[in-house]
């Protein structure tokens, strides 16, 4: 009889490739925002409504604030033990 093992691996790197996929898009993301807003900043063609838009932009997505209790939250500080 052989022992049942479940073998994770395909599982394990198609959720490695999502997760990379979504680091890449977040990535992307942010740094068009930022260039929007250093374009916005440069040029003085560019109203000032929109260049309030874009620091709000920049502001909102980018720069908010996130609890340390969440960041541990999400790292399963809490769930598991940490070797140090």
Not at 18 to 26: D, K, P, Q, T
Not at 60 to 84: D, K, W
Request: glycine residues 2%; charged residues 20%.
């Amino acid at each position: 009889m052989t022992p049942y093992i479940q073998n994770e691996t395909d599982y394990l790197a198609e959720k490695f490739m999502i997760l990379e996929y979504h680091i890449a898009h977040a990535s992307k993301i942010a740094l068009l925002k930022i260039q929007s807003y250093k374009f916005a900043i440069k040029n003085p063609e560019v109203g000032t409504r929109y260049q309030m838009a874009a620091e709000d932009m920049v502001r909102q997505s980018l720069m908010s604030f996130v609890p340390n209790s969440h960041i541990l939250t999400e790292e399963g500080f809490y769930f598991r033990p940490i070797a140090n």
